[in-house]
């Protein structure tokens, strides 16, 4: 549940504000009761289990960061930084065929000034709320860097693979990024087809 407040069509208001409402809930399917199992989270977004079910890892969007939440053993209802000050905001996060995960980036840091005014305006909230009044959200959709990204990440969190499309020739910018018989199926808010890139093409980068 990315917001309390907004839905999912006003993503750059819910972007922009910054509000830790987003949580994660779980559905029991035998009982058909739904718990609230993480909160807080500025903007939370795409989650993914791990391979043996211990633990979740969840996009906090708005913070730059990957969240991993304990489901089993010791650790279980905690959480975690898996990942931080990623170079540009993760959407949806899927589990890699070579370990650890991949990781679609919605838009970049420091290739537009709007990820960096987001940056400078993260722990001023009464800029935020100026910012809402000031600038037309049609400005901000319009000026959203178009730069497609898309990271890989191991087990620890670290960045262990990226490829780029500065020019978006390709794709503007990944919402989606899903690993299936060694292709990456990408998707995209600003594109209308699914793009596909064999996984032995990114080897010979």
Known sequence: DSSLTWQRRDVFSLLLEMKPEGRVLRYDTKTRQVRQIMDGISFANGVELSPDQTFLVVADTSKARI?????????????????????????????????????????????????????????????????????????????????????????????????????????????????????LHLGSYFANFIGKLAIEELDRL
């Open 67 to 183: 969240l991993k939440h304990h489901l089993r053993g010791e650790l279980a209802g905690r959480t975690e930084v898996l990942a931080d000050n990623l170079p540009g905001l993760p959407d949806n996060i899927r589990r890699s065929s070579r370990g650890g995960y991949w990781v679609a980036l919605a838009t970049t840091r420091g290739t537009s000034w709007l990820p960096e005014l987001m940056d400078a305006v993260q722990a001023r909230p009464w800029l935020k709320r100026l910012m809402f009044k000031v600038i037309p959200l049609g400005v901000i959709k319009h000026t959203a860097p178009r730069y497609g990204l898309v990271l890989r990440i191991d087990e620890a969190g670290d960045i262990v693979a990226s490829y780029h499309d500065p020019g978006a020739h390709s794709i503007p910018s990944s919402s989606e990024v899903h690993e299936h018989e060694g292709y």
